[in-house]
């Protein structure tokens, strides 16, 4: 099973760019489609962005669309999210997880007992 190790959180002012990384123990291209989630202290784990299994098409919740960025390098089985324009509503912690049956026109592809695969979570802080 493929194991997932998220790097990149920490602290950054309101509006300021933070950038996740999610480092996958085997090629995740064509096999997984891989996803963000992040959850807030007394909330549900939410659906941040996606990426297809191929060929890479991007998805986001409507929260974060022109702010947050999902991208893939395949050669290093590495995802990442990049956070632009953080908001006091956007920290959490960050989970990437894989799924191997998610299609993303289907809304399922949201939910986090869609994805077989978890990281362990990065702690994402922004300050007013």
Same mark, same amino acid.
């Given at each position: 099973?493929?194991?997932?190790?998220?790097?990149?959180?920490?602290?950054?002012?309101?509006?300021?760019?933070?950038?996740?990384?999610?480092?996958?123990?085997?090629?995740?291209?064509?096999?997984?489609?891989?996803?963000?989630?992040?959850? #807030?202290?007394? %909330?549900?784990?939410?659906?941040?962005?996606?990426?297809? &299994?191929?060929?890479?098409? /991007? @998805?986001?919740?409507?929260?974060?669309?022109?702010?947050?960025?999902?991208?893939?390098?395949?050669?290093?089985?590495?995802?990442?999210?990049?956070?632009?324009?953080?908001?006091?509503?956007?920290?959490?912690?960050?989970?990437?997880? #894989?799924?191997? %049956?998610?299609?993303?026109?289907?809304?399922?592809?949201? &939910?986090?007992?869609?994805? /077989? @695969?978890?990281?362990?979570?990065?702690?994402?802080?922004?300050?007013?």
């Amino acid at each position: 099973q493929v194991q997932l190790v998220e790097s990149g959180g920490g602290l950054v002012q309101a509006g300021g760019s933070l950038g996740l990384s999610c480092a996958a123990s085997e090629r995740t291209f064509g096999r997984y489609a891989m996803g963000w989630f992040r959850q #807030a202290p007394g %909330k549900e784990r939410e659906f941040v962005a996606g990426i297809s &299994r191929s060929p890479g098409s /991007e @998805y986001y919740v409507d929260s974060v669309k022109g702010r947050f960025s999902i991208s893939s390098d395949n050669d290093k089985n590495t995802v990442y999210l990049q956070m632009n324009s953080l908001q006091p509503e956007d920290p959490a912690i960050y989970y990437c997880a #894989a799924g191997e %049956k998610i299609f993303y026109s289907d809304s399922y592809a949201l &939910r986090p007992e869609a994805y /077989e @695969y978890w990281g362990q979570g990065t702690h994402v802080t922004v300050s007013s």
